[in-house]
């Protein structure tokens, strides 16, 4: 793996993003919060993380929901995955939204999401007449079926 160096501002109480383990693709990120927050059944809010960074050009921070908040607590980020682009030099700050059917509290430093860096390439778009056939053609959602 090749390292990739991201300047980071932590203007939080909490401890800079890392990885949990050594084949970890994703960084916890935590809230930054005053106090605990509750979100209503289907309310959504932005939390922020008091994090603000500077990537390398040619790389982007992906914002992922993190599955333990899903599955235990029905909390989940909206806009996923969410993008940072290497020019953004705000707080990262993120969707978090309540599906559960019951309210859900949000302590200070609580991990809400997770962060993954990763490079990505800029298209050329180039208008054409007709596009190559292949064997799925225009075949949408469902297409393939259940196997």
């Not at 949990?20 to 927050?37: H, K, Q, S």
């Not at 921070?61 to 806009?79: E, F, Y």
């Not at 430093?109 to 990763?118: E, H, K, L, N, P």
């Not at 990505?120 to 297409?143: C, K």
């Amino acid at each position: 793996m090749a390292e990739v160096i991201v300047k980071i501002i932590n203007k939080s109480a909490n401890e800079l993003p890392a990885y949990a383990t050594a084949e970890a693709a994703g960084m916890d990120l935590r809230a930054n919060l005053e106090a605990p927050l509750t979100l209503q059944p289907l309310e959504r809010t932005l939390v922020p993380t008091g994090l603000f960074m500077e990537l390398p050009s040619g790389y982007e921070a992906q914002i992922r929901p993190r599955s333990g908040l899903a599955i235990k607590q029905g909390l989940t980020l909206l806009n996923t995955p969410g993008t940072i682009d290497a020019d953004y030099r705000g707080e990262i700050k993120i969707i978090l939204i309540n599906l559960s059917n019951e309210p859900q509290v949000v302590q200070p430093g609580d991990r809400i999401a997770q962060m993954v860096i990763a490079p990505f390439v800029q298209a050329t778009m180039q208008p054409v007449e007709i596009l190559s056939t292949t064997e799925r053609g225009e075949g949408g959602f469902g297409h393939t079926g259940k196997s």
